[in-house]
């Protein structure tokens, strides 16, 4: 019988890693911890947006547009919101694709004269608090759909249905306005309302709507024709009011002429009489002459002093035929 060998035990080293292995393994999870820290503390709020930082889940501050950085999660959460953003709501309807398709619960309604009215509108809105959007609602777009729907049937349902659909438009659409601020206010939802415009207010379909329409065309009309008159006035009115004011300044122009020609001719006859009454025979003469002048233009004048008993001979006729003579007599010749 063979005696029984215990095997010898395996004498050789185990087999070691390749150098350099694990500093790699160690730079690789280094790298790796850096970007899920990076990426969970590192983070960017575009234009648009404000970030609201939650620290340990309650609410600490806010953050404007950029890069910023928080504590990794759980620690610190970032939300996003675009607070800037102007978004729009839409009552009774939905524009899908360029689709329109009507909402007949939210448009359909009771005027103040128990009539049945559609009413569509568009609500434009933007996040003014961001505590408050966060905290004191849930569900923001179906809180102002429902706040925006309370409003509009609370003024339509203390309107008349005329009123509400021809010139009362305008005045209905800033009462919900108003009304839906209140509520934004009261609630303190941190939603700010930048507009509200109704797309259409009118009747149900049928005749009730195609009389309705006549009397908004009519409307339409007159106000049309009011606008061409007072167009036509605020034209004509300034061009008569001027030609009247050219019609006063010259009638006050031709005053001042005459008043000043008459001080002149009052002037000029009292300098006049003051020479007469200094020498009444000479004056007396030189306006005969002056007038004689001003009636015959054309006449040649001689005059002669006939006082004295010497009788006087005075050849006209040579003297007329004399060019000389002529010359000299034009303007009178006394002797």
Same mark, same amino acid.
């Given at each position: ?54 620290? @340990?889940?309650?609410?600490? %501050? ?44 939210? #448009?359909?309604?009771?005027?103040? /004269? ?14 003014? +608090?961001?505590?408050?959007? @966060?905290?004191?609602? /849930?569900?923001?777009?179906?809180? =102002? ?43 303190? *939802? ?9 797309? /259409? ?5 049928? +005749? ?26 605020? +034209? ?22 005459? $008043? ?6 009052? #002037?000029?006859?009292?300098? =006049? ?17 002056? %007038? =004689?002048?001003? $009636?015959?233009?054309? #006449?040649?004048?001689? $005059?002669? /002093?006939?006082?004295?008993? *010497? ?18 007599? *034009? ?5």
């Amino acid at each position: 019988m063979e005696p029984f060998v215990l095997p010898e035990p395996d004498r050789r080293r185990p087999s070691s890693l390749p150098p350099g292995l694990m500093t790699k393994i160690v730079i690789g999870l280094v790298i790796v911890l850096a970007l899920i820290f990076g990426s969970s503390t590192f983070y960017t709020v575009q234009e648009h947006e404000k970030a609201a930082i939650l620290t @340990l889940g309650k609410y600490t %501050t806010e953050k404007e547009a950029g890069l910023h950085f928080k504590l990794p999660f759980p620690i610190q959460q970032v939300i996003v919101l675009p607070a800037k953003k102007t978004q729009r709501i839409q009552i009774g309807f939905r524009e899908v694709g360029g689709k329109i398709t009507p909402v007949e619960e939210e #448009a359909m309604m009771i005027t103040g /004269d128990e009539n049945i009215l559609s009413a569509d509108a568009v609500v434009e809105w933007n996040i003014s +608090d961001m505590r408050n959007y @966060l905290y004191n609602i /849930d569900n923001a777009e179906l809180f =102002l759909r429902n706040s925006t729907s309370a409003a509009i049937r609370s003024v339509i349902g203390a309107t008349a249905l005329d009123f509400a659909i021809t010139e009362g438009k305008t005045e209905v659409q800033g009462k919900v306005k108003e009304r839906l601020i209140e509520m934004q206010t009261k609630y303190q *939802t941190g939603i700010h309302i930048v507009d509200l415009k109704f797309q /259409d207010i009118e009747p149900p379909a049928g +005749d009730v709507q195609n009389a309705f329409k006549d009397v908004t065309n009519a409307r339409e009309e007159k106000n049309t024709k009011i606008n061409v008159a007072t167009k036509y006035e605020n +034209d004509i009115l300034p061009r008569e009011r001027g030609n009247a004011q050219a019609l006063l300044e010259n009638a006050e122009a031709q005053k001042k002429s005459r $008043i000043l020609n008459a001080q002149g001719d009052v #002037a000029k006859f009292n300098a =006049l009489y003051a020479e007469y009454a200094n020498n009444k025979s000479v004056t007396e003469s030189r306006l005969i002459i002056e %007038t =004689l002048e001003k $009636i015959l233009p054309n #006449a040649k004048i001689f $005059i002669s /002093d006939s006082t004295g008993e *010497t009788v006087k001979y005075l050849p006209i006729n040579e003297l007329l035929r004399t060019p000389a003579a002529a010359a000299g007599t *034009t303007g009178g010749t006394a002797k």
